[in-house]
């Protein structure tokens, strides 16, 4: 998960999101990591999907920049490696068959320096299998928050990065992976409960209240609530429009 050394709510994060894990099922199956192999997983989060990856036998390490996640993986799974560090800086003891990363490279800038850090990482002819937010993601929330805050107080706490395919698969061959595979695809996810914007905000959003007083902040979310409950509240739950790119990419010599 988080690229920024933000303090995360792990608690929060593994009460209520596990969504971010269980969607990454249908990765892990592309990454199709075997025993003997070993494997990257940038912004690893509290490590759910590292495990996985380690339960099909490969060596897997896990790298994230918030130290409240690397810490709650360390307790989760203490025997498998967590390292906190930036993705961008990070320097691989050895390099890996394949690196993975779910739900978590739209946090992490600037995105060509995180590219460059995992093509180093990488053998040559080494996969990078990764899905994030692409290009539209969120979109109706980003708005609402425009809406709310102004846009260029809105722009000036966004912390995340959604590339088009075509951006995306530019910057990766610039770092010496070539794209075999992208595609972009809506994915609304549904995150339950009435309170359940005003959470996933807190949550997934954080910047764009830090500062706000508390009245501030229950009025914005009162506000994105009525905003956003047309088009995404239904049946107690409410609808994200996420949109996933996914890329497969191999690192050419
Ligand atoms: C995502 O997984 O696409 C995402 C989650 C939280 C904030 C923004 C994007």
Sequence with gaps: MPGPRMAWDVERYEASHGYVWDYGAALLDLLAAGPGERVLDVGCGSGQLTSRIAEAGAAVVGIDASPNMIAQARINFPNLTFVLTDAAAYCAEAPFDAVFSNAALHWMKPPEAVAASIARALKTGGRF???FGGHGNVEAVAEGLRTCLGITRAAARNPWYFPSIGEYATLLDHAGLEVTAASLFER??????????RDWLQMFAATF???????????????????????????????????RLRVVAKKVA
Excluded: K
């Design 209 to 243: 209240l830090e500062g706000l007083s508390a009245h501030a902040r229950e009025s914005l979310f009162v506000r994105m609530e009525t905003l956003l409950s047309p088009a995404m509240y239904r049946d107690g739950a409410w609808q994200i429009d996420y949109r």
């Design 129 to 131: 299998v990764a899905e």
């Design 188 to 197: 609304p996810t549904r995150v339950e409960g009435e309170g359940g914007l």
